[in-house]
């Protein structure tokens, strides 16, 4: 879920970055440490502690990007922060879900090698040149909002009562198909890419 273009002193090579930056990647790296602490959570079974303290996690998410975008702030920091923070949070989140038996091991295993794909494909694009600002596919998206609502309904029903048990494997199925999906979309995308620029 990056935000967007390189900021101004990114493009001109400035190594400063925006003031206006602060506060929306302050919020990024606030839900950045929330992850160590909802992972402890799940894993001594708190699981009521872990569902709020993942929510407050998502909403900063929604947070950080309409603070980006409302003081025009958008930067590539911000998006690789952004980007980090997402994929921190959700890896640990879910590795910590499989190792209680709370989701599939398999499910588990094909979101960590998705996003492994994707750092790869980030760390590819870096380093031959590429564009560098982290910008989503429609299909990426949809797999981040399908796995923040599998990990939600999954918190919230075992730690809170919110939710019916069988909302769980609709979504599983849901988070499969789309993890699949978006890392197929970007390690095709970006073959093409390394075909055109050869």
């Known amino acids: ?87 921190v949070l959700l890896v640990g989140v879910y590795v910590a879900l499989g190792w209680s038996g709370l989701v599939w091991g398999w499910l588990v295993g094909l979101v960590v090698c998705r996003d492994l794909l994707l750092v790869g494909v980030a760390a590819g694009r870096y380093f031959w040149g590429a564009e560098r600002q982290v910008t989503p596919l429609l299909v990426s998206k949809v797999n981040t909002l399908a796995q923040i609502l599998l990990a939600g309904v999954v918190l919230g029903t075992r730690g809170q009562g919110l939710f019916p048990g069988w909302l769980t494997a609709p979504l599983s199925g849901v988070v499969a198909a789309t993890t699949a999906a978006s890392g197929a979309a970007y390690l095709m995308g970006w073959s093409a890419q390394r075909r055109r620029s050869d």
């Open 1 to 87: 879920m990056g935000r967007g273009s390189l900021d101004t002193a990114k493009r001109h090579g400035g190594g400063t970055l925006s003031i206006r930056s602060l506060l929306p990647n302050a919020v990024t790296l606030l839900r950045l440490s929330l992850a160590p602490a909802a992972v402890w959570f799940i894993l001594y079974d708190h699981l009521g502690a872990a569902f709020w303290i993942f929510t407050a996690a998502g909403l900063s998410d929604a947070l950080d990007g309409a603070l980006a975008r409302l003081m025009q702030a958008q930067s590539a920091l911000g998006s690789y922060l952004d980007a980090l923070a997402d994929k």
